[in-house]
């Protein structure tokens, strides 16, 4: 169970998931987008209508997330029992409500009817593997796989294994989650709640107090969290931070310059809130109004986009190499192109049609439609597209040759709007041994209209040498097949023109 398997990227292609709510449909929707089939059961009456709702949230999430080829989507089935979702499964994620006798009973279900080499994760935000594990028959296949909310974008997930966990359950399940798109990190030990959720308790606790005691209204809360150390721990964390803020001495001098204040009384981490119904009506009451009328499917889909524009903006950063989750999704987008293979031979009986997009929030501008450099991005895409069908791929580009851009023409004739799809079209006008001429349009919307257009000249270089070159005779012998063919079609009237000048005038 090494080898990635045709259509999917992670080393299995079937997945049960029981229990479809908001985490076990997050699982079902992360899977099915890996190109992973996935049956389900769930006996809550609105079980498809729930997942349906995630799926379409979650596909959403993605156009806006990343433009790299995603397999197909896995095949999504809905069963009547346990057994009959989990009787071919090769990885079985289990999400019902987090009650261990519910959690016991179900897994004692799967354990019987799952094959013997099933990965079985529990969703478990506290309860221990190993008491998961009492009464199974095959205990060693059994750990914690807990994630976060929403499992299609967050890409952790803590592995805590139990007492009778094998270390090759372990690996396998480490596999899988990083051949998805998720960070799969290894607990040492297993404790109540493992690492991510004790922290988030002890901010949970004395944000309570904090309500309680009317020191602030849970907006105000928020907003402290979302405006300052949320933003730090997006992409640093804890401790990274901290030593940030020891400054050159770094955090032996943090520790010993704020390590005193654990001992000043700041905190009721030790005495637990009464969570009685006037703090429960207050707080709710708080919470609606905070809302703004906005229903829990426009909050998520608020909160995916605000997701997708923090992980983009941390893709292109460390000089372009990534940092963080956006790494994370640089190194998975890496693998989904990889895996993408070659492209199919092209249509050159007109314009190439080789990159669509969706216009993420992170394209948008202040005035509300897509941001000029975001054109020149999709038409970089769109000559990246045309580089490798024409054999400048990876391997070709570390080999020391490429072609770079010397020249560019953009022309911006219209607006492009959030979620609006792109489709850009490339036209080869001239190629020689050094040279390539290409010229891109750039429609949006379902009508297709215009946007956009962009005129490039590309040089052929030899990277190590720093000087241009011929470029390599098979990538020539391509690239005039599609010349020889888009000679005759029609040139466009804006191909050559100068700033400021106006299109010809339509003869009579």
Known sequence: MTATLPGGLAPISRAACIGGGVIGGGWIARFLLAGIDVKVFDPHPDAQRIVAEVLANAERAYGLLTGAPLPKRGRLTFCVSVAEAVADAQWVQESVPERLDLKRRVLAEIDAAAPADALLGSSTSGLKPTDLQAGLTHPGRLFVAHPYNPVYLLPLVEIVGGASTTSDTVARAKAVLDAIGMKGVVIAREIEAFVGDRLLEALWREALWLIKDDICDVETLDDVIRYSFGLRWAQMGLFQTYRIAGGEAGMRHFLAQFGPC???????????????????????????????????????????????????????????????????????????????????????????????????????????????????????????????????????????????????????????????????????????????????????????????????????????????????????????????????????????????????????
């Open 262 to 508: 654990l001992a000043w009384p700041w905190t009721k981490l030790t005495d637990v809130v009464d969570l009685d119904d006037a703090l429960v009506e207050k707080i709710g009451a708080q919470s609606d109004a905070q809302a703004a009328g906005l229903s829990i499917r426009e909050l998520e889909r608020i909160r995916d986009e605000n997701l997708v524009g923090i992980v983009q903006a941390l893709k292109a950063g460390q000089g372009g190499e990534g940092w963080g989750a956006g790494k994370l999704l640089k190194e998975f987008e890496q693998r989904l192109w990889a895996q993408a293979g070659a492209a199919p031979a092209p249509d050159t009986s007109a314009p190439l049609a080789l990159v669509e997009a969706r216009v993420s929030p992170a394209w948008i501008d202040y005035n509300g439609h897509m941001t000029e450099h975001r054109y020149l991005q999709v038409f970089g895409d769109a000559t990246d597209a045309l580089l490798r069908l024409i054999g400048v791929d990876l391997a070709y580009v570390e080999g020391g040759h490429s072609y770079y851009t010397v020249e560019t023409h953009l022309r911006h004739l219209d607006e492009a709007k959030l979620g609006e799809v792109l489709v850009c079209t490339t036209q080869i006008l001239g190629t020689d041994e050094k040279r390539l001429h290409v010229f891109h349009r750039l429609y949006a919307g379902p009508e297709r209209r215009e946007i956009a257009t962009g005129e490039h000249m590309l040089l052929h270089v030899d990277s190590k040498a720093g000087r241009a070159a011929p470029a390599a005779v098979q990538v020539r012998a391509t690239v005039s097949v599609i010349a020889a063919a888009h000679a005759g079609l029609e040139r466009p009237v804006a191909a050559g023109r100068a700033i400021g000048q106006q299109a010809p005038a339509p003869t009579a």
